[in-house]
């Protein structure tokens, strides 16, 4: 009886040390991988073309697009950490791309991980004399100091992306 006892005890032990070594493994730390950001700039430059008949006004109707502009982009290295420290002074990561003067498109390849990334887009100024559309003559073309168009100049604005994806902004200097 007193050796079943100390079979039944060590079996016991031998149990208890197999559950309590049942351990989850731990998730592995999100891998640096990169998204897309692409889309539009245009600019609304003569607004005498933007008609229909009429003379009717549309903005952007036919779209010009700005030349020898950039986007510059920013992330703070804080946000591509699987595991951050906020006692830690992380860098900001940043790039430019071109905007095409042909079309106006863009596209950028920034750095991302699996849960979100906010990338922050800086527009260069942008000045220049903008023909207006004039109503009651809608045949001239006015070009005048207090038409200087310049908007979006150190303007930003922040969007959030993921690895693997691609997402689209589209923007307009008015």
């Known amino acids: ?3 079943s006892r100390t079979i039944f005890g060590v079996i016991a032990v031998v149990a208890g040390a197999l559950v309590s ?3 989850t493994e731990p998730v592995p730390p999100a891998t640096e991988g990169s998204a897309t950001i692409s889309g539009i700039i245009t600019a609304d430059l003569i607004q005498w073309n933007d008609t229909i008949t009429g ?11 700005p030349s ?8 703070n290295e804080f946000f591509l950490d699987p595991n951050p420290d906020p006692t830690f002074a992380y860098q900001n ?10 079309n106006g498109t863009y596209s950028i390849t920034v750095p991302a991980i699996s849960s979100v990334v906010p990338v922050t887009l800086y527009f260069d100024d942008y000045n220049y004399n903008q023909a207006i559309f ?5 045949d001239s073309v006015v070009y ?13 604005v922040t969007i959030n992306v993921v690895a693997g994806g691609s997402f689209i902004y589209n923007d307009i200097y008015q």
């Open 1 to 3: 009886m007193k050796r």
């Open 68 to 75: 020898n502009k950039n986007i510059i982009w920013t992330i």
């Open 21 to 23: 070594c049942n351990k």
């Open 93 to 102: 990561r940043s790039g430019s791309v071109a905007i095409s003067s042909t």
């Open 134 to 138: 004039y109503a009651p003559n809608p």
């Open 55 to 65: 003379p009717i006004y549309i903005p952007q109707l036919y779209p010009e697009f």
């Open 144 to 156: 005048d100091g207090n038409d200087l168009l310049k908007v979006n100049g150190g303007t930003s």
